[in-house]
């Protein structure tokens, strides 16, 4: 095991900290950690944080559903505390048909979460990296500035506790795990075994089916938590850009804010 020093030289090296930022933003990065609470609430609990990363291009309803859904689960459930989600919206380097530039999404997803939520906000680190960052790079980002820069969180009795960080993503990604040369088999163990997933059960996907034939998810099946959509809804953003590339409405499938900027910026326009 590292010592706390020698990682945070090994994160730093890696860009954790540093502004390393493309040309399209215009200032400088600050990791947000305005809605992380003082103290928790319940101490016998385990502080949790979850992170979903994705293009979000342009993010939808559906994103900000499953941070809901899995909001609703642990409120159920003993064991964690959830006191704050994240967005980390992928670099320009990821080079994905129709992904708009990295500083329209990231402007996109903090309109939708300054909208509607009191709870989620959105890292910008991943974005402004110039190069592609895997999800495990990620991830050890949130926990160096979570608890290693944020100290963790301090129980009512005073204690500190480190705050326990799992991705949120939906089925398609958990079965992506499967295709070749998409995950090393190393980013495997290192997602879910040290930090842990919770997947959101989108149409079509058997979810269940794929944990059990994955060997590394399945060695660690206890971390990975699977919550089923209770209402159907797959809203997705390719289909966003195609109805505004056809002149179609996109009205209550996206929060109004980021319909105005997507309209005010001409985004996902056909290409004179």
């Avoid at 670099?91 to 509607?116: F, P």
């Avoid at 109805?243 to 009205?251: A, D, P, T």
């Amino acid at each position: 095991m590292c010592s706390p020093k020698v990682m945070a030289s090994t994160l730093k090296a890696k860009g954790f900290g540093d502004d390393n930022i493309l040309g399209e933003f215009h200032d400088n990065y600050s990791f947000p950690r305005q809605l992380i609470p003082k103290t928790m609430k319940d101490d016998s609990k385990i502080p949790l944080v979850i992170v979903a990363c994705g293009s979000y291009s342009p993010i939808t309803y559906l994103h900000l559903r499953m941070f809901e859904m899995a909001r609703d689960h642990f409120s159920e459930r003993a064991g964690y505390e959830l006191i704050a989600g994240y967005f980390s919206p992928v670099s320009d380097a990821y080079m994905k048909e129709g992904l708009a530039k990295a500083s329209h999404r990231v402007k996109m997803c903090q309109l939708a979460v300054d909208s509607t939520s009191d709870w989620l906000m959105v890292d910008s680190w991943e974005s402004r990296q110039s190069m592609y960052q895997r999800t495990a790079v990620v991830l050890d980002h949130f926990d160096y500035e979570l608890n290693q820069v944020g100290g963790g969180i301090k129980t009512k009795s005073g204690e500190i506790r480190k705050i326990k960080i799992m991705l949120l993503a939906g089925g398609d990604l958990m079965a992506s795990f499967g295709h070749p040369g998409v995950w090393t088999s190393e980013d495997l163990h290192h997602i879910v075994g040290k930090y842990g997933c919770v997947i959101i059960e989108r149409t079509g996907t058997d979810v269940y089916g794929f944990l059990l034939s994955h060997d590394i998810l399945y060695q660690h099946r206890m971390n990975v938590l699977i919550i089923k959509q209770l209402i159907h809804n797959d809203i997705s953003s390719t289909k966003i850009r195609l109805f505004v590339k056809r002149g179609m409405s996109i009205k209550y499938l996206l929060p109004n804010p980021v319909i105005d900027y997507i309209s005010y910026h001409r985004l996902y326009l056909p290409e004179l």
